[in-house]
């Protein structure tokens, strides 16, 4: 199982950035996939989380309206759209697959993103 993010980077304030995340190695349609963020002061946090056929998503209060999580099952493909990124949102950010909503599944190595003027 593999789960490859890339897409992170440096980026001034109210920018933007595409993170992806190629999957190999299970069925990737048939799983939630998820993107969450962490930092050294806080706890890996939840940023969005996408079903298997992309039908319903669901995103952390804090990047409602800026972030957007979509998934291509042909190409075993997960996005996260950032936009009008904050200083706040500078974290790993890491991919997650999990056959069951909530579950700790399969992770990614994660991709930095540093949001900084």
């Known amino acids: 199982v593999q789960l490859v993010e890339s897409g992170g980077g440096l980026v001034q304030p109210g920018g933007s950035l595409r993170l992806s995340c190629a999957a190999s190695g299970f069925t990737f349609s048939s799983y939630y996939m998820s993107w969450y963020r962490q930092t050294p002061r806080k706890a890996r946090e939840l940023v969005a989380r996408i079903t298997s056929t992309g039908g319903t998503t669901d995103y952390a209060d804090s990047v409602k309206g800026r972030f957007s999580i979509s998934r291509d099952n042909a190409k075993r493909t997960v996005y996260l759209q950032m936009n009008s990124l904050r200083t706040e949102d500078t974290a790993v950010y890491y991919c997650?697959?999990?056959?069951?909503?909530?579950?700790?599944?399969?992770w990614g190595q994660g991709t930095q993103v540093t949001v900084s003027s």
């Open positions: 997650n697959g999990a056959a069951v909503r909530g579950a700790w599944g399969y």
